[in-house]
């Protein structure tokens, strides 16, 4: 299925969760927002989060700035 | 004698503001803190880098300083609503830093759309901090549609030029209810010295203590200034004079 991440298109071989899909991005769960769909998906709810096909993901981290 | 500044429920004992951009080493980062004592830092929200994701800012900042997100990237109130409510939700507090840029040129933040994301978040019970270019009507409009604060510039964004803007910002600290804090452009102690003198509330300082040779030196540098200012304001400094006022008696004895 394609989805689209942070703004590109990515195809997803196998359904997964949110949680999955950040570990198999060798992401650390700390420190994310991710949002589905214009929604914050938060911790512990991520593993309840089915990606469904066109689901528009973002990945977000905070980072510094002034 | 205490002198603290409150601020959206907020006491805080030190009136230097500070930001997380532009550390050649994130590590100085909590260093700075501690040499600054600044008991409240920025920091923007972006994609997660998916090739090279970036390490979380926050794990360089103490459980006791407050988070201050601004909305960078932002070109319209729209964008800037929505930073603000991501920020929150993810956990960053009330306070919200408003940057609304299209130029790229001299990083003028757009009061217009400033405003009009001032009014929102504000009614949605942040605690507003507008980043505005200094301008008594547009300073009035938000301190009315609810800012905590308001923020005008002292020069562009890392020029490090100073108080450029320092009759206007005048204007503001005598005519405005809402706690003044000059930030971008102040570029050295003195600066932010001068700004305090003038009666501004608080400083907010990036580029200048994180550019420095010495970050962690600068800091310290920094809120020393600070407190200078803060004291000679409420001190009442004395008047300036066209001519000389002799400071030791005139000796008649010399010509007797």
Same mark, same amino acid.
């Given at each position: 299925?394609?989805?689209?991440?942070? $703004?590109?298109?990515?195809?997803?071989?196998?359904?997964?969760?949110?949680?999955?899909?950040?570990?198999?991005?060798?992401?650390?769960?700390? $420190?994310?927002?991710?949002?589905?769909?214009?929604?914050?998906?938060?911790?512990?709810?991520?593993?309840?989060?089915?990606?469904?096909?066109?689901?528009?993901?973002?990945?977000?981290?905070?980072?510094? $700035? $002034? | 004698?205490?002198?603290?500044?409150?601020?959206?429920?907020?006491?805080?004992?030190?009136?230097?503001? +500070?930001? +997380?951009? /532009?550390?050649?080493?994130?590590?100085?980062?909590?260093?700075?803190? %501690?040499?600054?004592?600044?008991?409240?830092? +920025?920091?923007?929200?972006?994609?997660?880098?998916?090739?090279?994701?970036?390490?979380?800012?926050?794990?360089?900042?103490?459980?006791?300083?407050?988070?201050?997100?601004? +909305?960078?990237?932002?070109?319209?109130? %729209?964008?800037?609503?929505?930073?603000?409510?991501?920020?929150?939700?993810?956990?960053?507090?009330?306070?919200?830093?408003?940057?609304?840029?299209?130029?790229?040129?001299?990083?003028?933040?757009?009061?217009?759309?400033?405003?009009?994301?001032?009014?929102?978040?504000?009614?949605?019970?942040?605690?507003?901090?507008?980043?505005?270019?200094?301008?008594?009507?547009?300073?009035?409009?938000?301190?009315? !549609?609810?800012?905590?604060?308001?923020?005008?510039?002292?020069?562009?964004?890392?020029?490090?030029?100073?108080?450029?803007?320092?009759?206007?910002? %005048?204007?503001?600290? %005598?005519?405005?209810?809402?706690?003044?804090?000059?930030?971008?452009?102040?570029?050295?102690?003195?600066?932010?010295?001068? !700004?305090?003198?003038?009666?501004?509330?608080?400083?907010?300082?990036?580029?200048?203590?994180?550019?420095?040779?010495?970050?962690?030196?600068?800091?310290?540098?920094?809120?020393? !200034?600070?407190?200078?200012?803060?004291?000679?304001?409420?001190?009442?400094?004395?008047?300036?004079? /066209?001519?000389?006022?002799?400071?030791?008696?005139?000796?008649?004895?010399?010509?007797?």
């Amino acid at each position: 299925m394609e989805l689209l991440v942070n $703004g590109k298109k990515e195809v997803l071989k196998t359904q997964t969760n949110a949680k999955q899909f950040i570990q198999d991005k060798n992401l650390p769960l700390e $420190g994310l927002v991710f949002m589905l769909n214009d929604e914050i998906i938060k911790k512990d709810r991520l593993n309840e989060c089915i990606l469904q096909e066109n689901d528009k993901v973002e990945i977000l981290c905070f980072v510094s $700035g $002034g | 004698m205490s002198d603290k500044f409150t601020l959206g429920g907020v006491e805080f004992s030190n009136r230097l503001f +500070t930001g +997380t951009g /532009k550390f050649p080493d994130k590590n100085l980062i909590p260093k700075m803190l %501690e040499s600054s004592e600044s008991e409240m830092i +920025t920091m923007a929200l972006r994609r997660v880098d998916l090739t090279s994701p970036q390490e979380n800012i926050l794990n360089y900042i103490p459980k006791n300083v407050v988070l201050l997100p601004n +909305t960078s990237g932002a070109r319209n109130a %729209e964008e800037a609503v929505k930073i603000a409510r991501i920020a929150r939700e993810a956990g960053c507090g009330n306070f919200i830093k408003i940057e609304v840029i299209n130029d790229t040129k001299y990083l003028m933040p757009d009061n217009e759309e400033t405003l009009k994301a001032t009014k929102i978040l504000a009614g949605e019970g942040f605690q507003v901090l507008p980043y505005m270019m200094p301008d008594l009507i547009a300073a009035k409009k938000m301190q009315d !549609a609810g800012a905590a604060a308001i923020m005008p510039l002292g020069s562009p964004i890392g020029s490090n030029r100073g108080i450029e803007t320092r009759s206007i910002i %005048e204007m503001l600290i %005598e005519n405005i209810n809402a706690p003044i804090i000059v930030d971008a452009g102040i570029g050295r102690p003195s600066h932010a010295a001068e !700004a305090m003198e003038m009666g501004a509330d608080a400083v907010l300082v990036n580029s200048a203590i994180a550019l420095a040779n010495d970050p962690v030196r600068m800091g310290k540098a920094f809120s020393m !200034a600070v407190k200078a200012g803060r004291e000679a304001y409420l001190a009442k400094m004395a008047e300036e004079s /066209k001519y000389a006022e002799a400071s030791s008696p005139l000796t008649g004895f010399l010509r007797d």
